[in-house]
C-alpha cells in the first residue's frame, strides 16, 4: 500500500511539473517578441532583401552578403543590369543639391519679376523677406518627397540600368554606324526598337522606364 502511494504521489507531481512548464512556455511565448525573417531571394542573379518586413524601404540587394557599407560606392552586375549603390554622402548631395538649385532660381525668378512690375519700396521689401522663407520651405518639402523615394533605410541612393541593352548596342556597332551614316532612320528604328525591348532604369523606389522582355524589380 505504501509503495502504491508513493507511486500515486510521485505521478501527481510529475502531472503538476508538466502543467507548471506549460504554462510557463506558454506565457514565455507571450512576451517574448515574435521574430520574423526576411524574405530573401534572386533578382536578376543578383541577391536581394525584398519588402518591408526586413525593414527596408525598397528591394535592392542584400548589403550584409555582399559586405556593402553605407560609406561604400558599389556596383553589381547581374544578368541584365547593373544594381548601383550610391555612398550616403553623394546620395545627400545628389538629393539636397539639384532641388535646392532647382527652387532657388525659380524663386528668384519670380522674385525679380514681381519687383520689376511693383514700384511700392514697401512691397519689394517684404517680397524680399518671404520669397527666401518659401524657397526654404518648398525645399524642405520636395527634398523630403525625393529622399522619402530614392534613399534607402541607410540613406543610399540605388539605380539601375540595362547592360543587356548596353550588349546589344556593343554587339551591333558596327551596323549601327554604317547605318547611321547612310540610312539613318534604320538605325534610330533598330535603336528605338531594341530600348524598349531592353531597356530598364530605375532610381529608388520609382520605375522609369521597363522594357517589354525586362523585368520589374519585385517589392513583396
Known amino acids: ?79 541584365n543590369l547593373v544594381h548601383m549603390m550610391s ?7 545628389l538629393v539636397g543639391a539639384p532641388i535646392q538649385v532647382l527652387i532657388t532660381f525659380i ?6 519679376t514681381i519687383k520689376h512690375y511693383v514700384d511700392n519700396d514697401l512691397i519689394k521689401s517684404v517680397i524680399s523677406i518671404v520669397i527666401p522663407i518659401i524657397s526654404s520651405i518648398l525645399v524642405s518639402i520636395f527634398g523630403g518627397i525625393i529622399k522619402s523615394i530614392w534613399q534607402d533605410e541607410d540613406k543610399n541612393i540605388w539605380t539601375w540600368t540595362s547592360t543587356a541593352f548596353a550588349r546589344w548596342v556593343i554587339d551591333n556597332a558596327g551596323w549601327i554606324v554604317f547605318y547611321a551614316w547612310f540610312y539613318y532612320p534604320i538605325c534610330l528604328g533598330s535603336i528605338t526598337a ?3 525591348n531592353l531597356g530598364f532604369v530605375q532610381f529608388g523606389s520609382q520605375n522609369l522606364f521597363c522594357g517589354a522582355h525586362m523585368q520589374q524589380i519585385p517589392q513583396t
Open 1 to 79: 500500500m505504501k509503495k502504491t502511494k508513493k507511486k500515486m504521489s510521485k505521478m501527481k507531481l510529475k502531472k503538476k511539473s508538466i502543467i507548471l512548464v506549460s504554462i510557463v512556455i506558454l506565457m514565455g511565448s507571450s512576451i517574448l517578441p515574435t521574430i520574423t525573417f526576411a524574405r530573401k531571394g534572386t533578382y536578376d542573379g543578383v541577391l536581394y532583401v525584398f519588402g518591408s518586413e526586413y525593414d527596408v524601404k525598397y528591394s535592392h540587394p542584400d548589403k550584409e552578403l555582399y559586405n556593402i557599407e553605407p560609406w561604400d560606392d558599389t556596383q553589381i552586375f547581374g544578368t
Open 107 to 112: 524663386t528668384k525668378l519670380i522674385e525679380e
Open 194 to 196: 531594341n530600348w524598349l
Open 87 to 93: 555612398s550616403r554622402v553623394i546620395s545627400e548631395i
